[in-house]
């Protein structure tokens, strides 16, 4: 009799521990963004099962003027990308978005690495929203260049936030395997 009502007392423990932990979890994701830029979609992809898995709010960084596939010609010296690239002052304008910041703590920041740098347009989102106070956790995708430095440049744009280095995911994944990747990027960082 003892033991039984002992299994039940340990029972209903545990379910309200469950249920507080996961109402916890539900809050805090509440608290996170996913902000991201994608020329070409492979980032969005990921942001999109980044903002899935964790339950966030997602914001596209939309360029005012949309990126053509001319502007991307990482070739040619003329394109569009290569002269911003070229201009460490340029600051593509973004479309702007009713947002209200001070909601989230975490930000999770995704674009696609450029000439083994985050695209400008990444400078115009930190120099023009203020995330003082918030953590930045960067997310990139690639043909294959690593985060670099980028981290380190970032954080001098956003001195009053805590940039962290997350992970760069090739932009070639198969569809079907960005989940499961994400979410074991995700459960390393909880
Ligand atoms: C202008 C430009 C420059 C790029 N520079 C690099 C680079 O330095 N290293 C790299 O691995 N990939 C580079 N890439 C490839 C992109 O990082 C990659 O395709 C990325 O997944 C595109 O993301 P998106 O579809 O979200 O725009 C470049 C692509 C473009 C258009």
Not at 15 to 28: E, G, N, P, V, Y
Not at 112 to 122: F, L, V
Not at 154 to 170: D, H, M, T, Y
Request: proline share 5%.
């Amino acid at each position: 009799m003892k033991s039984s009502i002992f299994k039940i007392v340990t029972l209903t423990l545990s379910t309200i521990t469950l249920f507080a932990s996961a109402a916890f979890a539900a809050q805090k994701q509440s608290h996170v963004l996913v902000a991201y830029f994608s020329a070409t979609g492979h980032t969005s992809e990921v942001a999109k099962a980044i903002a899935k898995e964790l339950g966030a709010t997602e914001v596209e960084i939309k360029p005012a003027t949309p990126y053509t596939g001319n502007d991307l010609d990482w070739q040619a010296k003329s394109s569009r990308a290569s002269k911003e690239h070229d201009d460490p002052t340029a600051r593509p304008a973004i479309q702007e978005v009713n947002l209200a910041l001070s909601l989230f703590d975490t930000v999770f920041l995704g674009f696609p690495i450029w000439w083994g740098e985050a695209p400008r347009i990444i400078l115009t989102y930190l120099e023009t929203h203020d995330l003082a106070g918030k953590k930045i956790i960067l997310f990139a995708t690639s043909g294959g260049s690593d985060f670099g430095r980028i981290a380190q440049t970032l954080q001098a744009f956003a001195p009053q936030s805590k940039v962290v280095e997350g992970r760069v995911f090739p932009g070639f994944m198969a569809e079907e395997d960005i989940p499961n990747q994400v979410h074991d990027w995700l459960v390393t960082i909880k």
